[in-house]
Nanobody, 120 residues
Framework: QVQLVESGGGLVQAGGSLRLSCAASGRTFGSYFMGWFRQAPGKEREFVAHISWSGGSTFYADSVKGRFTISRDKAKNMVYLQMNGLKPEDTAVYYC?????????????WGQGTQVTVSS
């Protein structure tokens, strides 16, 4: 059973940085795409970024491109989201995801989420 556990959320001022972590377990992820989504209050969940577990190729939503960086550590089975230049509109619950296919709308597996709040 795949398990994804996020950590690293918190309260930060606009312009600040946070690094989210996702501990992945339950299987080998060699052919998977690992991602981050977020959901703000009253809004639909939206795609943020994904990374190919095997090759490390990445893709970002336009809203975070140039500010956020997704990475993975194969040895530790960890996925990270480094968030710089945070804006109040980045406030949301951030979810780690895993899927065999490239998807920017949903995923097969989800973590429980971690809250990120950016104050102005």
């Amino acid at each position: 059973q795949v398990q994804l556990v996020e950590s690293g959320g918190g309260l930060v001022q606009a312009g600040g940085s946070l690094r989210l972590s996702c501990a992945a377990s339950g299987r080998t992820f060699g052919s998977y795409f690992m991602g981050w989504f977020r959901q703000a209050p009253g809004k639909e969940r939206e795609f943020v970024a994904h990374i190919s577990w095997s090759g490390g190729s990445t893709f970002y939503a336009d809203s975070v491109k140039g500010r956020f960086t997704i990475s993975r550590d194969k040895a530790k089975n960890m996925v990270y989201l480094q968030m710089n230049g945070l804006k109040p509109e980045d406030t949301a619950v951030y979810y780690c995801s895993a899927d065999r296919t490239v998807t920017r709308t949903t995923a097969a597996y989800w973590g429980q989420g971690t809250q990120v709040t950016v104050s102005s």
